[in-house]
Protein backbone atom coordinates (compact mmCIF):
# COMPACT_ATOMS: atom_id res chain seq x y z
CA UNK A 1 0.00 0.00 0.00
CA UNK A 2 1.26 3.40 -0.74
CA UNK A 3 1.95 5.77 1.77
CA UNK A 4 2.45 9.58 1.28
CA UNK A 5 6.57 10.00 1.90
CA UNK A 6 5.83 14.26 3.25
CA UNK A 7 2.47 14.43 4.47
CA UNK A 8 3.88 17.32 6.46
CA UNK A 9 4.99 19.08 2.97
CA UNK A 10 1.93 18.17 0.78
CA UNK A 11 -0.27 21.23 -0.23
CA UNK A 12 -3.38 20.02 -0.27
CA UNK A 13 -3.47 21.16 -4.16
CA UNK A 14 -5.91 17.86 -5.30
CA UNK A 15 -3.51 17.36 -8.10
CA UNK A 16 -2.47 13.70 -7.54
CA UNK A 17 -6.34 12.92 -6.34
CA UNK A 18 -7.55 14.56 -9.62
CA UNK A 19 -4.76 12.73 -12.36
CA UNK A 20 -5.60 9.51 -10.44
CA UNK A 21 -7.72 7.84 -12.73
CA UNK A 22 -7.40 4.89 -10.96
CA UNK A 23 -9.57 6.86 -8.21
CA UNK A 24 -7.16 5.55 -5.68
CA UNK A 25 -5.69 8.72 -3.63
CA UNK A 26 -8.02 10.83 -0.93
CA UNK A 27 -7.01 13.98 0.05
CA UNK A 28 -8.56 15.40 2.98
CA UNK A 29 -9.78 19.11 2.13
CA UNK A 30 -8.11 20.39 5.57
CA UNK A 31 -4.97 22.15 4.49
CA UNK A 32 -3.79 23.36 7.88
CA UNK A 33 -4.11 20.02 9.71
CA UNK A 34 -3.42 16.72 8.61
CA UNK A 35 -6.57 14.24 9.11
CA UNK A 36 -6.66 10.86 10.07
CA UNK A 37 -8.12 8.31 7.49
CA UNK A 38 -9.84 5.62 8.13
CA UNK A 39 -9.57 3.40 4.45
CA UNK A 40 -12.64 1.54 5.18
CA UNK A 41 -14.99 4.49 5.44
CA UNK A 42 -13.28 6.00 2.60
CA UNK A 43 -14.17 3.51 0.22
CA UNK A 44 -17.24 3.14 2.05
CA UNK A 45 -18.27 7.12 1.37
CA UNK A 46 -17.70 7.45 -2.26
CA UNK A 47 -15.49 10.07 -1.82
CA UNK A 48 -12.47 8.05 -4.23
CA UNK A 49 -13.09 9.76 -7.50
CA UNK A 50 -15.22 12.63 -6.71
CA UNK A 51 -12.84 15.41 -7.42
CA UNK A 52 -12.05 14.05 -10.34
CA UNK A 53 -15.89 13.40 -11.68
CA UNK A 54 -16.71 16.85 -9.94
CA UNK A 55 -14.20 18.38 -12.65
CA UNK A 56 -15.44 16.82 -15.53
CA UNK A 57 -11.85 14.83 -16.17
CA UNK A 58 -11.39 11.99 -18.18
CA UNK A 59 -15.22 9.95 -18.57
CA UNK A 60 -17.05 12.61 -17.02
CA UNK A 61 -15.44 15.24 -19.53
CA UNK A 62 -18.85 15.21 -21.83
CA UNK A 63 -21.10 14.88 -19.07
CA UNK A 64 -22.90 18.12 -18.70
CA UNK A 65 -23.28 17.48 -14.86
CA UNK A 66 -19.81 17.97 -14.33
CA UNK A 67 -18.46 21.34 -15.92
CA UNK A 68 -14.53 20.97 -15.60
CA UNK A 69 -14.12 23.85 -12.78
CA UNK A 70 -10.37 23.77 -11.80
CA UNK A 71 -9.58 27.63 -12.85
CA UNK A 72 -11.29 28.00 -9.23
CA UNK A 73 -8.22 26.96 -7.98
CA UNK A 74 -6.26 29.45 -9.44
CA UNK A 75 -6.36 31.78 -6.22
CA UNK A 76 -5.39 29.01 -3.77
CA UNK A 77 -2.12 27.87 -6.25
CA UNK A 78 -1.10 31.65 -6.82
CA UNK A 79 -0.74 32.29 -2.40
CA UNK A 80 0.80 28.94 -2.66
CA UNK A 81 3.23 30.84 -4.82
CA UNK A 82 3.17 33.35 -2.56
CA UNK A 83 4.03 31.90 0.69
CA UNK A 84 6.50 29.98 -1.15
CA UNK A 85 8.26 33.01 -2.45
CA UNK A 86 8.31 34.79 0.84
CA UNK A 87 9.39 31.44 3.03
CA UNK A 88 11.74 31.61 0.08
CA UNK A 89 12.93 35.28 1.21
CA UNK A 90 12.93 34.69 4.90
CA UNK A 91 9.61 36.52 5.25
CA UNK A 92 7.59 34.04 6.16
S1 LIG B 1 -2.38 17.01 -2.77
FE1 LIG B 1 -0.85 18.01 -4.08
S2 LIG B 1 0.89 18.44 -2.71
FE2 LIG B 1 -0.42 16.90 -1.70
S3 LIG B 1 0.44 14.93 -2.28
FE3 LIG B 1 -1.19 15.39 -3.75
S4 LIG B 1 -0.11 16.40 -5.47
FE4 LIG B 1 1.29 16.44 -3.70
Known amino acids: MPHIARQEDCQTCFMCELYC ?16 VDK ?18 DEWAHD ?9 MESV ?6 MAIAEAAGNA
Open 21 to 36: REDAIYVAPDCENATP
Open 40 to 57: DEILASGLLGEFRRNHGW
Open 64 to 72: PRYTNEHWR
Open 77 to 82: FLRARD
